[in-house]
């Protein structure tokens, strides 16, 4: 049986942000960080293609994370916070198998436990006007049930 979905995001977040402290091989972080969950092959296949993927689509993820705090300063951001930001983008725009609603609710908790009082918040704030972006933007692909938004739109009687 695979890890619940929360754990290997928490492992994630720690290999992404050792490569971000240390700028190692990720192959090593990988390895030393998340190889023990080879045994799992279900949870170390996602746990590697997320911390590949938000390495691969890093600038496109801080420019996206950067148009949202512009009164920010982006290197001033607390570290935990743009990690967290950056692997639900990536979730948001490159894992079509995981509804928007899952993305946002993990990434909010793994802040609350993992960063500042107020970064929850700040987290949810920032992905919910990304989110809205990208789907006025058509560039959320979900599949499956439960993945796509569905609206029904009821016609009224004149």
Not at 76 to 95: G, N, P, Q, T, Y
């Amino acid at each position: 049986m695979s890890l619940r979905r929360r754990v290997v995001r928490e492992r994630v977040l720690q290999a992404l942000y050792a490569y971000e402290l240390s700028q190692e091989p990720i192959e090593m972080i990988i390895e030393n960080i998340v190889g023990d969950l080879q045994k799992q092959p279900e949870s170390f296949g996602f746990a590697k293609q997320l911390i590949l993927k938000v390495i691969d689509c890093n600038k496109e993820l801080d420019d996206l994370i950067r148009q949202r705090v512009e009164h920010w300063e982006f290197s001033r951001l607390a570290i935990i916070d743009k990690i967290v930001l950056r692997m639900s983008i990536c979730e948001l725009l490159h894992f079509e198998d995981i509804p928007p609603k899952v993305t946002m609710n993990e990434a909010i908790e793994i802040a609350r436990a993992y960063s500042t009082d107020k970064s929850d918040k700040f987290v949810n704030g920032v992905l919910d006007s990304i989110l809205e972006d990208l789907k006025k933007e058509g560039r959320i692909r979900k599949s499956g049930r439960g993945l796509v938004d569905t609206h029904v739109t009821k016609k009224l009687k004149p």
